[in-house]
Structures are given as structure tokens and as C-alpha cells.
């Protein structure tokens, strides 16, 4: 495993600092670029190295639903366009990125082969995406499967790993943290997997308390104010478990309990999704669904490729999770 000096020796930053923003400290002033460059050094550090191809050639569109600074709060998207990218250099294949806020700029792009859209688009953003190009492929949704190419998670079933963890391990009152989202256009708002799961399945083994569940938004500072609702709400009935839906909410409510002064996981267990690069190096580790997000980025291409050349049936392709236990949780 890369250690922190790796970081801040790649990142030209001092360790003190790489370590103050992978723990998300807000008290530290560094410049937004500077952010960047550490989590990107992080992310990439943590993939497979591999030999270089590069004996294709063209030019693709790379579309993120989020902007720059939104993306250094959510490394779940910073990581798969990553991803994307490594696998464009494997093949020597020109990306031209496009985040939110200048997709307006996608309409003037020349001799562009195919796009991947990463993120969540509405009916009407699809629609708008395939006049561009014919040859789409979307990665964490999927419009419509029988039209379009998708590489897809299933959170439902990474959702239920987690509780059957918790519940193995004797949880009975577990909470949930997560967000809410709408489409970037504000058509509507967007259904999560993970907290539509987390209710269904403990309502099932009747488990299931609607007071222990807070959403607000996919970042650490969402996690952060989230938890210290909870704490304020519960007190010493504060559940002994939580999933958090993605790592970010999962490091902000690390911090709050921290501060609070409750053990982890002594007293509260936690459980994240995604295991972005920072989950290894917050206090505690935290405990995580893995989701292989270096392979969804290089699947997508694959996947793009396959179109470009030809193909004319629609795949949607599920990439598979893994249940990864640190120090957060028992």
C-alpha cells in the first residue's frame, strides 16, 4: 500500500498536509488545485500499473456530472474518470474532459468518437448527450438498458452485505447516513439504491427504526452536521451501528463521533461505501463496500470501443463489490 510520504512526495506537498486532507481538516488553508492534486496522486497510487499499448488513435469525450470543486467532495467520480483516463493513455486514445459546469462546450467539440457520461443524467440531458454522438456509454446509471451501453453497481446488493455484517455481528439498532440528490437540470429528484435497500431489508427482519435515518448530502461536511444531529437526537440511545451511503459521509461522521468523544468502534461501528483512496489513511481506518472503480472507468472505454466499432446491441454491465473490514467497525 502506498503510505502518505508516497503522496506527499508525488504531490510536492509536505506529509503533514497530505495527511491533514485526506482526513478532510477544515482548519487547513490550501488552495482547491492543491486538494486536487493530492487526492488524483492518491487515487493513482492505488491502481495496477500497466504497460503502456497505445496502438489505437481517435478522440473521445469524457462528460463528469459533476464540477471540479464538487468532484474533491465526492472521490467516487474523481476516481472512475481516473480510471477512464488510464485506460484512454493504455490505448493512446485523446480524452477531452467536461464537467458540469462548462458542459455547454461539449456542442462545439470537433471529430469526437463517443462520449462517456459518468454520473446521473435526466431523460431530457440523455436526449440532448445522443444528438451529440450515437456512440454513448454511461458509467453509475443506466437511461435506458435497451438503448444504451451502462457499467453499473449494484448497491442493492452492496447495501445487504452490510447489513448482514451488522447483524452478524449482533447489531440490532442500526442508523443510516446519506444523501439526496437531483438531477443536475432539477427535473427531479434522484432514487438511491442504498437507503431504499437499508429500509426494505431491516424492515423485513424487523429491525427497521425511520428515527435513525438522516440524509443531506454525498460529502464529508454532509456526514459531518448529519452525525451530530444524530448525537444531539439520541444521546446514549445513539444506535451502535451506522452505514454510511459513500466514504465521504462516512469520514464526517468519523470526525463528529471523534469529537464528541465516542469510541470507534467501540461504542459506534461504521461501515462506508465506495473505499475511495482516503478510507485507508482517516482515523480510525474505515471499514467499506470496495467498489472497483479503476475497472468501471476502463470497462467503460472497453465498452465505447466496442461500439465504435461497430456493435449495435445494448450492454449494461454490472462491476461486483467487496465487503472490506478495518478499524471502524468489528
Known amino acids: ?111 469526437i468518437q463517443g462520449l462517456i457520461a459518468i454520473g446521473k443524467f435526466s431523460s431530457k440531458q440523455v436526449s440532448e448527450l445522443e444528438k451529440r454522438t450515437k456512440n454513448l456509454v454511461f458509467v453509475d446509471t443506466s437511461p435506458d438498458e435497451e438503448r444504451f451501453d451502462s457499467v453499473v453497481i449494484d448497491f442493492e446488493k452492496a447495501t445487504k452485505k452490510v447489513l448482514d455484517h451488522l447483524i452478524d455481528k449482533g447489531h440490532r439498532d442500526i442508523g443510516y447516513i446519506g444523501g439526496r440528490e437531483v438531477f443536475k437540470d432539477k427535473t427531479s429528484a434522484i432514487e438511491d439504491a442504498r437507503e431504499k435497500t437499508f429500509k426494505q431489508y431491516l424492515a423485513e427482519k424487523d429491525l427497521l427504526n425511520e428515527a435513525v435515518m438522516y440524509n443531506g448530502t454525498f460529502s464529508v461536511d454532509g456526514g459531518h452536521s448529519l452525525m451530530k444531529r444524530a448525537i444531539m437526537e439520541h444521546g446514549d440511545r445513539l444506535p451502535t451501528a451506522f452505514f454510511a451511503a459513500n466514504d465521504s459521509i462516512a469520514v464526517g461522521a468519523l470526525r463528529a463521533l471523534l469529537e464528541e468523544g465516542i469510541a470507534v468502534p467501540g461504542r459506534v461501528n461504521i461501515i462506508g461505501v465506495n473505499d475511495i483512496s482516503i478510507s485507508k489513511y482517516v482515523f480510525p481506518s474505515l471499514s467499506t463496500v470496495k467498489v472497483y472503480t479503476e475497472l468501471m472507468g476502463e470497462t467503460a472505454v472497453d465498452t465505447l470501443l466496442e461500439r465504435i466499432e461497430g456493435r449495435k446491441i445494448a450492454k449494461k454491465i454490472y462491476i461486483g463489490t467487496k465487503l472490506i473490514l478495518r478499524n471502524s467497525s468489528f
Open 1 to 111: 500500500m502506498a503510505t502518505i510520504k508516497d503522496i506527499a512526495q508525488l504531490a510536492g506537498v509536505s506529509i503533514a498536509t497530505v495527511s491533514r486532507v485526506l482526513n478532510y481538516d477544515n482548519s487547513l488553508s490550501v488552495s482547491d488545485e492543491t486538494k486536487k492534486r493530492i487526492f488524483e496522486v492518491a487515487e493513482e497510487l492505488s491502481y495496477k500499473k500497466k504497460s503502456v499499448r497505445k496502438q489505437e488513435s481517435g478522440k473521445i469525450a469524457l462528460l463528469q456530472w459533476y464540477t471540479e470543486k464538487e468532484e474533491l467532495e465526492d472521490l467516487y467520480y474523481m476516481s472512475i474518470r481516473l480510471g477512464v483516463e488510464n485506460r484512454c493513455r493504455y490505448h493512446g486514445i485523446q480524452v477531452e474532459k467536461y464537467f458540469q459546469d462548462n458542459i455547454e462546450d461539449l456542442k462545439e467539440a470537433e471529430d
